[in-house]
């Protein structure tokens, strides 16, 4: 009798793996849920965003500051690139955890990618709530 045939499955994990629903890389859907949360979330923002951007388009340095300083704009940015450096760390990590084969320079590399990832998202939300509070 196969295993098609009692009515299992086969599958390649092992049991212990099958209760605890994990991957080989035991975070495999964790990474891939939050990603397509993050993804979701970006598509919901793009539209007020791209919205900014043109409304941003011929406005001097003091007017595009003006308009990035207003609360629901700078709330609006500040979750879209919380959302965006998010999706790029787990992107990234995946590459990295999936071709870096070298376990030293895989643990460097994912280092590298928490670091980067958090500084791009701290300095731009520190440019959009210096531009929301005016200092």
């Known amino acids: 009798m196969s295993a098609h045939d009692t009515g ?28 397509r949360v993050t993804a979701i979330a970006m598509t919901l923002l793009i539209l007020p965003v791209a919205i900014i951007v043109v409304m941003l388009t011929g406005r001097d340095q003091a007017a595009a500051a003006e308009l990035l300083g207003s609360p629901i704009v700078a709330i609006l940015l500040t979750l879209f690139i919380i959302a965006g450096c998010l999706h790029m760390k787990i992107g990234v990590q995946v590459v990295i955890e999936d071709y870096v084969h070298s376990e030293a320079l895989k643990l460097l590399a994912i280092i590298a990618n928490n670091f980067f990832s958090f500084a791009i998202g701290l300095a731009s939300i520190f440019a959009i709530l210096k531009l929301a509070v005016g200092s």
């Open 8 to 35: 299992k499955t086969a599958s390649m994990q092992t049991p212990l793996a099958r209760v605890r629903r994990l991957g080989s890389a035991h975070a495999g859907t964790s990474d891939f849920f939050r990603q």
